[in-house]
């Protein structure tokens, strides 16, 4: 069967064969989360898996987060200076600079970031291990590897991420702090009072914590299902850590959307 | 591989920087430390107008807050709003005849409750009514007044 006929099947088929594919990985993927929460509860005898993996996410993404914290709250002082001292506002800054990190960039930002620094390293060891067959190794051991390598990873990451965050936020504010009372001279007793009368610690402060706890699930778990999708050559670790940086970074972006919705909607 | 005992020194230390960071923002960032401040009392007020008055708007006298506003709903009978105010325990001797007015802070601020003491030797207690109020200013009923009186002027 060939000839100038065909052609529409063919762009169908190929339609139906990139919508299955997705169906598809969208169920391994779960199917994996499937395995990997079921993992957890053997944490606890090893409790060892666990600090490893808040050293490789947490520990070491600390650096990034917090300069990028700093710049991030400094940059905030100074536009905000500008356009609320146009309208004699400028005791202001701290609740704007507060409110814009905690309740939005302090999540979103350590998220893309974690997702940069720590998620891509994850994919590309876990497609390694499976490129280099210590999975299957494991396996031929009688040790599962998604409950040996995949939860402690999981969880690691659901851990770190709050506290990433708070730290960016924390950073944030200091940051802002410096630039618009250090530098500006904005009130101190201003800057801080107004801050604590608008922020509010169950509207803001609470909603930024479950925000990036499910950031911080996220991204590991699509970190985690690349590098065990991956195809294992060097070419498909490569795609798979590049598709970890933008998925992560998309699943983020619009999950805040829907997460911000649900939450200040009202 | 870093050594163990560097590494879990490096993860407590993850550990006690982020929940330091989380306590700051309670603390120093938000309001938790004045939410923190222990029981009150409940006093009501009705008001024509409460205009954007919110819940957890601040209660104050002579500037300083006393209370906040803890929920405001609507009386059917009287046509009026009806507003209760949670005052902090330690502000026990407001008077009975104290006469409470819907300010707004600044001039496009948020609206407050400004408590004025009366002369009364009885003082206010859980579950009483102010029975002195002051709707909030509509900017919008101020202007429209303005421009009434300026056009009637020009009229003669």
């Known amino acids: 069967m060939s000839g100038p006929l065909n052609a529409p099947f063919n762009a169908l088929a190929s339609l139906g064969r990139v919508v299955l594919d997705r169906v598809a990985r969208f169920g391994r993927a779960h199917v994996l989360l499937l395995g990997m929460l079921a993992g957890l509860p053997s944490l606890l005898p090893r409790p060892r898996l666990l600090l490893l993996q808040l050293y490789a996410t947490g520990v070491l993404s600390v650096l990034i987060v917090v300069v990028s914290g700093l710049f991030v709250g400094m940059v905030l002082g100074l536009q905000g200076y500008y356009v609320l001292s146009q309208f004699g506002a400028a005791e202001s800054l701290g609740v704007m600079v507060a409110a814009s990190l905690v309740r939005e960039l302090g999540p979103v930002v350590t998220a893309l970031l974690v997702a940069g620094r720590a998620g891509s390293a994850l994919t590309a060891e876990i497609g390694l291990m499976k490129t280099t067959e210590q999975l299957s190794g494991l396996e031929m051991m009688a040790v599962d590897p998604v409950k040996r390598v995949l939860s402690p990873r999981l969880l690691g990451g659901f851990l770190s991420m709050p506290l990433l965050a708070a730290l960016f936020s924390a950073v944030g504010v200091l940051g802002g702090y410096f630039v618009g009372v250090g530098l500006l001279g904005v009130d101190s007793g201003a800057f801080w009072s107004q801050m604590q009368a608008k922020i509010d610690f169950h509207g803001d402060v609470l909603n930024g914590v479950i925000k990036s706890l499910v950031f911080g699930f996220v991204v590991t778990w699509i970190a985690l299902f690349e590098g065990y999708d991956a195809v294992p050559t060097a070419t498909g670790i490569s795609r798979s850590t590049t598709r970890t940086v933008v998925n992560a970074a998309l699943a983020v972006l619009a999950l805040d959307f829907v997460l911000t919705a649900l939450m200040f909607g009202d | ?156």
């Not at chain 2, 026990?92 to 948020?110: M, Q, V």
């Open chain 2, 1 to 156: 591989m870093v050594k163990m005992r560097t590494l879990e020194i490096a993860v407590g230390a993850f550990m006690v920087a982020g929940l330091v960071a989380l306590f700051f923002l309670a603390m120093h960032v938000s309001n938790l430390s004045n939410l923190a401040a222990g029981d009150g009392y409940r006093i009501r007020a009705n008001f024509d107008n409460v205009g954007s008055l919110k819940v957890r708007s601040p209660v104050s006298m002579s500037g300083v807050r006393v209370g906040r506003v803890e929920s405001i709903a609507y009386d059917q009978q009287r046509f009026q709003a009806v507003v209760t105010m949670l005052i902090d325990e330690q502000f026990n001797s407001i008077p009975t005849d104290t006469f409470a007015n819907i300010f707004t802070a600044g001039l496009l601020g948020e609206k407050y409750i400004g408590l004025d003491p009366g002369g009364s030797m009885e003082v206010l207690a859980d579950g009483d009514q102010i029975e002195h109020t002051q709707s909030a200013l509509v900017l919008e009923q101020m202007i429209g007044r303005f421009l009434l009186s300026k056009a009637e002027e020009g009229v003669d």
